[in-house]
């Protein structure tokens, strides 16, 4: 049927073509089954993702036997049943690694992405860029989604107009006076690195010398005074504790220090006299009682035994909100839980896993420690507590993934590389008049219109990727260090993967293979104090990496720290020209892990929402419910196109009459065609 439709020429383009698909998950998936059955055989997938339950009601070529198994491998092995003829190479890696450099890109004759994140997609994106690959993006976020189609030169790339930033919020809002459900959970994300992770990466960690100012350099021993600092930070770091009995001790003098004394410590500093409502702290006597209720569970736990009575085990949990004694219950469990895991490690002679633990909304153990955790935080704070189910979807930046969208993008997507394939076995060049985006709507146009193609933009003069490779940095150079610079602006805001620092011909930082060891007694220096004559005002910086064959030129400006707004630019530096902008924010509903750049808690610190951030430009009601459990779909919408002529309208909601859940929709700013 495809052969009768097509020249010979195009039939052939598609069957001897060699196609790379970034990502398996909801939209992957649909992508690698039509890709098989429209003739396409030679085809490579990359995923670092193992399936979960959660993604069995949309990403059909999965099912429960496939639980746990890397998405990769299983994805290719269930399309190519669809087509015996076709080879699928699967790579259960992240695309980020060094083995997909430009040179691995240079081989295919397109690649079609499917990735759940703005970080992986820049870097895809650049990597076809420099490779001179045809790149398709492609995302969907609830009923709306698009295909837009990249050829280096001829059209915008993904980076050409600013996408969603992660969310921030000021480091006293989070640790003094929160307001909403996520500055609770937040604050829990922040208590699980301070007890299980890497404790001076949290912002609620103090260091001895200053605990108004946490250092991550400071020593974090038990050695170290904490008379001056939070009264919790005595309990941070697991004893030497041999007991149930002994952990039952443990774990009243850590919650009442949390729940109650820090609590109590700021209201007689007079922290909220003039809040409309004074927090109260948990009851000393609630924590005794529901310490010593748990004994027993204490006991199995400490033992060995999982398959305990706790608020997690019970029939309907996830989507119960637990009340103050069932939460304290549960954080029980869950350190009781750590703390067996950690000694039995010690005694099997393997690597102890405390002090490393890294939050996963999907690892059972963190979720149910940060929904236990932050709702004891609002029941303080009076703000509403959530469930297990809402607060995930919250912590894990999930967004509602709708299958008959994924597979309406997915289909748009494959019919989009028969097009650009069938132009090249005709001879003929990309351009963006003819290689159109297309974009699905919730609601249809005037014209009645669902899916509305609009030419695709031209590359926009200020991108840095792809067309002007010079950005103006404003930021304070006498504070800030060379580690925060490569931290948080080149690797956080250009989003570089190895990057070399240049002033003039001096190599003053470099990442890779040949990187020079002894370049890293700089990362604590100050700007303003670097090798080389230091980054001053006016000072040209250059930035390079070689992963992804891109060289930006930097122009520093000073600004000192107290000029930024701590709540206008709470990431403390400006970066004009840049496609990474800052100004739009990500969805107010949901927050992943909460990184701090140091773990200093001044006011131009904040703690980012959203690690793994969709890239959708919408935002959501903060206690919006969603249906869907996991965000391999949740993709970056860029302005919807519709030449209807309507600006910007306001948000609409409603429900669907077969589904419970409820859905956001945003009709954004359409540009001129």
Same mark, same amino acid.
């Given at each position: 049927?495809?052969?009768?439709?097509?020249?010979?020429?195009?039939?052939?383009?598609?069957?001897?073509?060699?196609?790379?698909?970034?990502?398996?998950?909801?939209?992957?998936?649909?992508?690698?089954?039509?890709?098989?059955?429209?003739?396409?055989?030679?085809?490579?997938?990359?995923?670092?993702?193992?399936?979960?339950?959660?993604?069995?009601?949309?990403?059909?070529?999965?099912?429960?036997?496939?639980?746990?198994?890397?998405?990769?491998?299983? $994805?290719?092995?269930? $399309?190519? $049943?669809?087509?015996?003829?076709?080879?699928?190479?699967?790579?259960?890696?992240?695309?980020?690694?060094?083995?997909?450099?430009?040179?691995?890109?240079?081989?295919?004759?397109?690649?079609?992405?499917?990735? %759940?994140?703005?970080?992986?997609?820049?870097?895809?994106?650049?990597?076809?860029?420099?490779?001179?690959?045809?790149?398709?993006?492609?995302?969907?976020?609830?009923?709306?989604?698009?295909?837009?189609?990249?050829?280096?030169?001829?059209?915008?790339?993904?980076?050409?107009?600013?996408?969603?930033?992660?969310?921030?919020?000021?480091?006293?809002?989070?640790?003094?006076?929160?307001?909403?459900?996520?500055?609770?959970?937040?604050?829990?994300?922040?208590?699980?690195?301070?007890?299980?992770?890497?404790?001076?990466?949290?912002?609620?960690?103090?260091?001895?010398?200053?605990?108004?100012?946490?250092?991550?350099?400071?020593?974090?021993?038990?050695?170290?005074?904490?008379?001056?600092?939070?009264?919790?930070?005595?309990?941070?770091?697991?004893?030497?504790?041999?007991?149930?009995?002994?952990?039952?001790?443990?774990?009243?003098?850590?919650?009442?220090?949390?729940?109650?004394?820090?609590?109590?410590?700021?209201?007689?500093? @007079?922290?909220?006299?003039?809040?409309?409502?004074?927090?109260?702290?948990?009851?000393?006597?609630?924590?005794?009682?529901?310490?010593?209720?748990?004994?027993?569970?204490?006991?199995?736990?400490?033992?060995?035994?999982?398959?305990?009575?706790?608020?997690?085990?019970?029939?309907?949990?996830?989507?119960?909100?637990?009340?103050?004694?069932?939460?304290?219950?549960?954080?029980?469990?869950?350190?009781?839980?750590?703390?067996?895991?950690?000694?039995?490690?010690?005694?099997?002679?393997?690597?102890?896993?405390? @002090?490393?633990?890294?939050?996963?909304?999907?690892?059972?153990?963190?979720?149910?420690?940060?929904?236990?955790?932050?709702?004891?935080?609002?029941?303080?704070?009076?703000?509403?507590?959530?469930?297990?189910?809402?607060?995930?979807?919250?912590?894990?930046?999930?967004?509602?993934?709708?299958?008959?969208?994924?597979?309406?993008?997915?289909?748009?997507?494959?019919?989009?590389?028969?097009?650009?394939?069938?132009?090249?076995?005709?001879?003929?060049?990309?351009?963006?008049?003819?290689?159109?985006?297309?974009?699905?709507?919730?609601?249809?146009?005037?014209?009645?219109?669902?899916?509305?193609?609009?030419?695709?933009?031209?590359?926009?003069?200020? #991108?840095?990727?792809?067309?002007?490779?010079?950005?103006?940095?404003?930021?304070?150079?006498? =504070? #800030?260090?060379?580690?925060?610079?490569?931290?948080?602006?080149?690797?956080?805001?250009?989003?570089?993967?190895?990057?070399?620092?240049?002033?003039?011909?001096?190599?003053?930082?470099?990442?890779?293979?040949?990187? %020079?060891?002894?370049?890293?007694?700089?990362?604590?220096?100050?700007?303003?104090? #670097?090798? $080389?004559?230091?980054?001053?005002?006016?000072?040209?910086?250059?930035?390079?990496?070689?992963?992804? %064959?891109?060289?930006?030129?930097?122009?520093?400006?000073?600004?000192?720290?107290?000029?930024?707004?701590?709540?206008?630019?709470?990431?403390?530096?400006?970066?004009?020209?840049?496609?990474?902008?800052?100004?739009?924010?990500?969805?107010?509903?949901?927050?992943?892990?909460?990184?701090?750049?140091?773990?200093?808690?001044?006011?131009?610190? =904040?703690?980012?929402? @959203?690690?793994?951030?969709?890239?959708?430009?919408?935002?959501?009601?903060?206690?919006?419910?969603?249906?869907?459990?996991?965000?391999?779909?949740?993709?970056?919408?860029?302005?919807?196109?519709?030449?209807?002529?309507?600006?910007?309208?306001?948000?609409?909601?409603?429900?669907?009459?077969?589904? %419970?859940?409820?859905?956001?929709?945003?009709?954004?700013?359409?540009?001129?065609?």
């Amino acid at each position: 049927a495809l052969e009768s439709r097509l020249s010979p020429a195009h039939s052939s383009s598609i069957y001897t073509s060699h196609v790379l698909v970034v990502g398996a998950g909801g939209i992957g998936c649909e992508v690698l089954k039509n890709l098989v059955m429209v003739g396409f055989k030679k085809i490579d997938t990359i995923d670092l993702d193992i399936i979960d339950p959660s993604n069995l009601n949309r990403q059909f070529l999965f099912r429960p036997e496939h639980v746990n198994h890397p998405k990769a491998t299983v $994805a290719a092995q269930s $399309a190519m $049943a669809f087509n015996p003829d076709a080879r699928i190479t699967a790579y259960h890696k992240n695309v980020k690694e060094p083995e997909f450099s430009v040179s691995f890109f240079e081989k295919y004759d397109l690649v079609l992405n499917a990735l %759940d994140n703005v970080d992986a997609r820049r870097h895809v994106n650049r990597l076809c860029l420099a490779s001179n690959t045809p790149l398709i993006e492609s995302g969907t976020t609830g009923y709306i989604g698009q295909i837009m189609p990249i050829v280096k030169g001829e059209m915008e790339c993904y980076e050409c107009r600013p996408k969603a930033t992660a969310k921030v919020y000021p480091i006293c809002t989070i640790r003094s006076t929160p307001d909403k459900p996520v500055h609770c959970i937040v604050w829990a994300k922040e208590l699980f690195k301070l007890l299980l992770g890497p404790t001076a990466e949290s912002m609620l960690f103090e260091s001895a010398t200053n605990p108004d100012n946490g250092d991550a350099t400071s020593s974090s021993s038990s050695t170290a005074s904490y008379s001056e600092s939070s009264e919790y930070m005595k309990y941070v770091g697991f004893p030497e504790i041999q007991t149930s009995a002994s952990l039952k001790d443990y774990t009243r003098l850590l919650f009442v220090a949390i729940f109650h004394t820090e609590v109590s410590k700021q209201i007689e500093a @007079g922290v909220y006299k003039t809040s409309k409502k004074t927090p109260q702290p948990l009851d000393v006597e609630c924590i005794d009682r529901m310490c010593s209720a748990c004994a027993p569970l204490l006991n199995s736990l400490s033992s060995g035994v999982t398959t305990v009575d706790r608020p997690s085990s019970v029939k309907g949990w996830e989507r119960r909100v637990w009340s103050v004694d069932e939460s304290l219950a549960e954080l029980v469990a869950c350190v009781a839980e750590v703390w067996h895991s950690s000694r039995q490690a010690k005694e099997e002679g393997k690597d102890d896993m405390l @002090g490393s633990y890294v939050f996963d909304k999907d690892y059972r153990m963190s979720m149910c420690f940060v929904t236990a955790a932050s709702n004891l935080r609002s029941s303080i704070f009076d703000i509403p507590t959530m469930s297990f189910h809402d607060a995930k979807g919250v912590a894990g930046n999930i967004i509602p993934a709708i299958a008959s969208t994924n597979a309406i993008i997915a289909g748009l997507q494959v019919a989009q590389a028969m097009q650009l394939l069938g132009k090249k076995s005709r001879g003929e060049t990309f351009s963006k008049e003819t290689c159109k985006a297309v974009f699905c709507q919730r609601f249809p146009t005037r014209r009645g219109y669902y899916l509305q193609p609009v030419e695709s933009a031209p590359p926009s003069e200020s #991108c840095y990727v792809c067309n002007s490779n010079q950005q103006t940095l404003e930021i304070d150079t006498t =504070s #800030c260090t060379l580690g925060d610079f490569v931290k948080r602006v080149i690797k956080g805001k250009l989003g570089l993967v190895e990057p070399s620092v240049m002033i003039g011909a001096s190599v003053i930082y470099e990442e890779g293979d040949d990187m %020079d060891d002894s370049l890293l007694m700089h990362l604590s220096t100050t700007l303003e104090s #670097c090798p $080389a004559g230091g980054i001053c005002d006016g000072s040209l910086v250059t930035v390079e990496d070689f992963v992804q %064959d891109l060289k930006i030129t930097v122009l520093v400006r000073h600004v000192p720290a107290d000029e930024f707004d701590p709540e206008k630019c709470p990431e403390g530096f400006r970066m004009s020209g840049s496609s990474s902008s800052s100004s739009t924010g990500a969805s107010t509903s949901s927050t992943t892990a909460a990184t701090t750049s140091s773990s200093s808690s001044s006011s131009n610190q =904040s703690v980012p929402n @959203g690690d793994s951030s969709s890239g959708a430009d919408v935002k959501k009601d903060e206690e919006e419910e969603e249906e869907e459990e996991d965000d391999d779909d949740c993709c970056m919408i860029v302005d919807d196109p519709s030449p209807s002529g309507e600006q910007e309208v306001s948000r609409k909601r409603g429900r669907d009459d077969d589904d %419970d859940d409820v859905m956001e929709v945003l009709e954004v700013k359409r540009p001129a065609i």
